[in-house]
């Protein structure tokens, strides 16, 4: 059985480190995965990986087939996922390069497929979703996350945009009113996919950039593409110590 698998987000296309063993495709219900499914070894345990953007990283948030990302990782016995994502900081604390843990997310997102129970029911569902997050893998993340000589924040509600764009400096504001601390394009509907399938699911959020407006700054690929390595290299060590 496999326990624990990684969907990676923008600035982790592929684990290094992994031991590959074999690549996995899998014909779904809703279409095609993201990316072959890579099992191996990653600090003495298997895990699998999946590359939600994509191998090439081309797959744009909005057109990620989260259904079938999360129906294939279901179907193969994968229990826990750990959601990597790249977002703009809000809280004027974060600073490039931290993690976030989030707890609570508020979705902004439209139009996507955002459920598994919309056709063929034998009933209505509606799964409750209080709190969007595994609260047994944040509290490993919580406890892989003391004594690193990195910033790791506990809290923090992600706001889910549609993107592609990034937000204007009005929307971070309202965002900011709205609570939210962190703003990212994929936190949904994966959490609440991961959630109707009854997986354990929580995200690792690397500050790319400080958001819209924080800084007379524009944002660019190329910043945030830069200030995922450190922040990356941060998930991969903690990863290796919940395993
Ligand atoms: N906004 C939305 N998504 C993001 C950002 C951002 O500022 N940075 C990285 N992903």
């Not at 950039?209 to 690929?221: H, K, L, P, T, V």
């Amino acid at each position: 059985m496999i326990e624990l698998a990684v969907i990676g987000g923008s600035g982790l296309t592929e684990l290094e480190g992994l031991k590959v063993t074999n690549q996995q495709v899998l014909e779904t219900p809703y279409g095609k995965m993201s990316s072959p499914i890579t099992h191996g070894i990653y600090g003495g345990k298997p895990i699998v990986f999946l590359a939600r953007h994509g191998i090439q990283h081309t797959i744009p948030p909005h057109k990620i087939n989260y259904r079938a990302n999360l129906w294939a990782l279901k179907h193969i016995g994968v229990k826990n996922i750990l959601a990597v994502a790249a977002v703009g900081g809000i809280e004027p604390d974060l600073q490039p390069g931290d993690l976030v843990i989030p707890h609570q997310i508020i979705d902004y997102t439209w139009g996507r497929e955002h459920t598994f129970f919309d056709e063929k029911l034998t009933h209505v569902t509606h799964i409750d979703f209080t709190y969007p997050y595994c609260e047994e893998l944040r509290n490993k993340l919580l406890l892989a996350s003391q004594n690193v000589d990195f910033k790791v924040f506990f809290q923090g509600i992600y706001g889910v945009t549609q993107g592609p764009r990034l937000e204007t400096a009005a929307e971070i504001n309202r965002m900011e009113q709205d609570g939210c601390d962190i703003v990212g394009m994929t936190g949904m509907p994966e959490a609440a996919l991961a959630r109707e399938l009854e997986l354990c699911y929580a995200t690792c959020a690397v500050v790319a950039n400080e958001a819209a407006g924080r800084n007379n700054e524009q944002i660019s690929m190329a910043e945030i593409e830069e200030n995922l390595i450190d922040g990356i290299d941060y998930v991969r060590q903690l990863l290796v110590k919940i395993m």
